[in-house]
């Protein structure tokens, strides 16, 4: 009994499915991160974006209404 409490855990010894699950885990954190980064940065440059954003809705609806 007390073997198998002392007994270090290789790598073997766990199923390919938790290793598939630590995978799609680590997945999930890496897009929470890179979504959060972005978040963040469109908050910090709130104007700059908001401004390329109306130019460019502006620039559509003026080629929609030469085209009409």
């Known amino acids: 009994m ?3 409490r002392d007994r270090v855990w290789a790598a073997e010894d766990f199923p390919a499915e938790a290793e598939e699950q630590t995978e799609d885990g680590v997945a999930i954190v890496e ?8 978040l963040g940065l469109i908050l910090v440059f ?3 974006v908001t401004a390329i954003i109306t ?4 620039s559509i609806n ?4 030469s085209i009409i």
């Open 31 to 38: 897009i929470v991160l890179i979504l959060a980064v972005l």
């Open 55 to 58: 130019s460019v809705f502006e």
């Open 46 to 48: 709130r104007t700059q």
């Open 2 to 4: 007390t073997e198998d």
């Open 62 to 65: 003026n080629t929609v209404s």
